[in-house]
């Protein structure tokens, strides 16, 4: 009975918790709605009164980031340049990294940052027909901002393609590209009218350095497999010590497919795979992961070979 008794409590209180959620659900979905209502009608500091309290409390992360981004919009219409900063900022790290929410956020976060007085720098604004100078509170001005900031991270990102040619390794050479490709993903969510060919010039300079790296793996891997092969044929006994070298330069190989496995996924966000470029740097990458391949093949089977 007693247990029933608990049962029957419990209930009672998982339904009346659900009301409760439900009725707040109710007055910050009012709440937001009303704040919309007051961005629309150019009250500012009433949107800003009305959206913080969802931002605070919200649950759902949507409705969090609608109010979020509903404050930052309203300091930024209003002039309130270093608060609606921060406010971006604080907006972006609700997203992944490399997701257009996140990128437009940074974006104008950095622009606003630049601009102490709502001006960004190298961008003269048009007089309107009043004679209105525009500033970042205006949307369209906002847009040729984040747009110039994409071109001048384009540029600096053009000065970091030559460093792929100096990489030591495939695993740094993967790594600075992926960051070069990400910098050029979030250049072109703030700059979609960017040139084409960027990207390609790094996937190039990238697999011309892959092949050089490669071939001077190939020729030490190559002697190598000679050396011991030498052991086996002569009749030397394979010992354990020369099998543990074999199964670890059969690692050595799995971690140049790896790098080219990565190269190869890189390539398949450039575009079309019809693209004749793509097709020429596809089909270099798909030669060196059979020989490397093969390689590590080699290896293992020397690794594992009975006394």
Known sequence: MKRLVCLVMVAIGAAAAGAAQAEQAADLDAKLAEAKAALAAGNFDA???????????????????????LVANALRKKGDWVPAAKSYAELKARFEKTSDACIIAEGTAAVLQMSPEGVYPGLTPSASGDDKKPTLADDAYLAQALAKLGETRTEKLKLRVATLR??????????????????????????????????????????ARMETLSLEAQQKLRAKLADMQRDIDQGDKFADTRRQEAADYSQICQNLVA???????????LGAAKQPDVRELTASNQKRLRDETAFAQQFQRMATRRR
């Open 259 to 269: 790098s080219e496995e990565a190269f190869r996924d890189a390539l398949k966000g």
């Open 166 to 207: 100096a990489a030591a390794t495939p695993e740094a050479l993967i790594a600075q590209l992926k960051e070069i490709l990400d910098g050029y993903h979030a250049a072109r969510v703030l700059a979609p009218k960017l040139p084409q060919g960027a990207e390609m010039d790094a996937a190039k300079a990238a697999d």
């Open 47 to 69: 949107a800003v009164a009305a959206a913080r309290p969802v931002a605070r409390d919200a649950r759902d992360n949507d409705v969090k980031n609608g109010a979020m981004r």
